[in-house]
C-alpha cells in the first residue's frame, strides 16, 4: 500500500483487502467496500461504530479510536478524505491507459496524438492540434486548430477548446464588423475541463490553462485569458477576455472576472462575486461588486 501509508490499523487480518470490491458513503458502504470519515470527536465514534463498511479510513486523534467497537478494519490517517481518493484511483483509475479513437469522432489528418489517448464519440479535433500523453477526450468534444493539450488532461462531455471569442467593433453606421480571431488554446499537463466549458481561443496570440488546474461545468474563460497552475474554477465562472488568474487560486461558482483584471496567487473569490478591480495575493473577496474581507481585530 505505497500510495497510502496508514498511521495505526485496528480491527484487521491480513486477508481483508480481498473482500473489498467497491466504495461508498459511510453511512451506505456494505462489509466488501471501503469509506471514510472526515469528522473528529464523538461524531466520528458514531458514524465508525454504526457504519457497515469494511474498511474506514478516519482520523488518528480521535479519542477512543483504539477501543472503538467497529465492524470496519480501520485505517488511521492524516487525511481521511485525500487517502480515499488515493484508494479509488489506485483499484479504479480514471484512465485506462489504453489508446482508442471512437468510429464516430473526426480527427483531422494533420493532428498530433500522444500515446494512450482516448477520444470519445463524436468528438472533433481540428487541424494542427497536438494532444499530449495519457489524456481523455469525452463524448461530444470540440477541439479547434491549433489548440495544444498536454499529458494526463480530462475533457469532460461537450467541452469546447479553442472556439472564436466575440471580438467585433461598431462600424460608422453602428453595425458591427467582426475582429479576426487566428490565435490558438494552450492547456498544460493535469489539467481537467469540466462539461460544457468553453475556453476561447486568443485572438492573435494564446489563451492559456496552467498546469493541474480544474475547470467545472459550465464555464467560459475568454480570448487571451492567462490562467495559472492549480487554480480551482468552480461551476458557472466567467473569466472575461484578457484577465489574469493566479497560481493556487480559488474561484467560488458563478463568480465573474471583469476583462484585464489580475487576479493575485492564492486568492479567493466568493461565490456569486463580480470582480472589476485586481486581486493581491492571498486576499478573499465577496459581493458585488466584490470587495476584500477584512479580517477582525482581536
Same mark, same amino acid.
Given at each position: $500500500?505505497?500510495?497510502?501509508?496508514?498511521?495505526? $490499523?485496528?480491527?484487521?487480518?491480513?486477508?481483508?483487502?480481498?473482500?473489498?470490491? +467497491?466504495?461508498?458513503?459511510?453511512?451506505?458502504?456494505?462489509?466488501?467496500?471501503?469509506?471514510?470519515?472526515?469528522?473528529?470527536?464523538?461524531?466520528?465514534?458514531?458514524?465508525? $461504530?454504526?457504519? %457497515?463498511? !469494511?474498511?474506514?479510513?478516519?482520523?488518528?486523534?480521535?479519542?477512543?479510536?483504539?477501543? #472503538?467497537? *467497529?465492524?470496519? #478494519?480501520?485505517?488511521?490517517?492524516?487525511?481521511?478524505?485525500?487517502?480515499?481518493?488515493?484508494?479509488?484511483?489506485?483499484?479504479?483509475?480514471?484512465?485506462?491507459?489504453?489508446?482508442?479513437?471512437?468510429?464516430? &469522432?473526426?480527427?483531422? /489528418?494533420?493532428?498530433?496524438?500522444?500515446?494512450?489517448?482516448?477520444?470519445?464519440?463524436?468528438?472533433?479535433?481540428?487541424?494542427?492540434? =497536438?494532444?499530449?500523453?495519457?489524456? $481523455?477526450?469525452?463524448?461530444? =468534444?470540440?477541439? @479547434?486548430?491549433?489548440?495544444?493539450?498536454?499529458?494526463?488532461?480530462?475533457?469532460?462531455? !461537450?467541452?469546447?477548446?479553442?472556439?472564436?471569442?466575440?471580438?467585433?467593433?461598431?462600424?460608422?453606421?453602428?453595425?458591427?464588423?467582426?475582429?479576426?480571431?487566428? +490565435?490558438?488554446?494552450?492547456?498544460?499537463?493535469?489539467? %481537467?475541463? +469540466? &462539461?460544457?466549458?468553453?475556453?476561447?481561443?486568443?485572438?492573435?496570440?494564446?489563451?492559456?490553462?496552467?498546469? @493541474?488546474?480544474?475547470?467545472?461545468?459550465?464555464?467560459?474563460? !475568454?480570448?487571451?485569458?492567462?490562467?495559472?497552475?492549480?487554480?480551482?474554477?468552480?461551476? &458557472?465562472?466567467?473569466? #472575461?477576455?484578457? *484577465?489574469?488568474? +493566479?497560481?493556487?487560486?480559488?474561484?467560488?461558482?458563478? #463568480?465573474?472576472?471583469?476583462? /484585464?483584471?489580475?487576479?493575485?496567487?492564492?486568492?479567493?473569490?466568493?461565490?456569486?462575486?463580480?470582480?472589476?478591480?485586481?486581486?493581491?495575493?492571498?486576499?478573499?473577496?465577496?459581493?458585488?461588486? &466584490?470587495?476584500?474581507?477584512?479580517? %477582525?481585530?482581536?
Amino acid at each position: $500500500m505505497d500510495f497510502v501509508k496508514p498511521i495505526r $490499523m485496528f480491527n484487521c487480518n491480513n486477508n481483508f483487502m480481498n473482500v473489498i470490491r +467497491g466504495f461508498a458513503p459511510i453511512k451506505e458502504a456494505k462489509k466488501d467496500e471501503l469509506s471514510f470519515c472526515n469528522e473528529y470527536g464523538k461524531p466520528a465514534l458514531d458514524a465508525i $461504530m454504526e457504519s %457497515e463498511a !469494511g474498511i474506514l479510513l478516519c482520523h488518528d486523534d480521535i479519542p477512543g479510536i483504539e477501543n #472503538c467497537k *467497529s465492524k470496519a #478494519c480501520i485505517f488511521t490517517v492524516k487525511n481521511p478524505r485525500f487517502s480515499f481518493i488515493r484508494f479509488a484511483n489506485h483499484f479504479s483509475p480514471i484512465h485506462n491507459n489504453e489508446k482508442f479513437t471512437h468510429p464516430t &469522432a473526426i480527427v483531422e /489528418k494533420d493532428t498530433i496524438i500522444g500515446k494512450n489517448v482516448y477520444i470519445g464519440r463524436y468528438a472533433y479535433v481540428g487541424h494542427n492540434v =497536438v494532444i499530449g500523453n495519457n489524456t $481523455m477526450i469525452q463524448d461530444r =468534444v470540440h477541439i @479547434g486548430e491549433g489548440s495544444k493539450i498536454g499529458d494526463n488532461v480530462i475533457l469532460q462531455t !461537450g467541452a469546447v477548446i479553442g472556439c472564436e471569442g466575440q471580438g467585433f467593433e461598431r462600424n460608422e453606421d453602428g453595425s458591427f464588423e467582426k475582429f479576426p480571431q487566428k +490565435g490558438w488554446v494552450v492547456i498544460e499537463d493535469n489539467v %481537467e475541463v +469540466g &462539461a460544457n466549458s468553453t475556453i476561447v481561443r486568443g485572438t492573435f496570440g494564446e489563451t492559456l490553462i496552467g498546469t @493541474g488546474t480544474k475547470i467545472g461545468h459550465l464555464c467560459d474563460i !475568454g480570448h487571451n485569458v492567462k490562467i495559472g497552475n492549480h487554480v480551482f474554477i468552480s461551476a &458557472a465562472v466567467v473569466v #472575461c477576455g484578457s *484577465s489574469i488568474v +493566479g497560481n493556487y487560486t480559488w474561484l467560488a461558482p458563478k #463568480c465573474c472576472i471583469k476583462n /484585464k483584471i489580475v487576479v493575485g496567487d492564492r486568492a479567493t473569490v466568493g461565490l456569486g462575486s463580480v470582480v472589476i478591480e485586481n486581486i493581491d495575493d492571498g486576499v478573499t473577496v465577496v459581493g458585488v461588486p &466584490a470587495r476584500k474581507i477584512q479580517k %477582525e481585530k482581536k
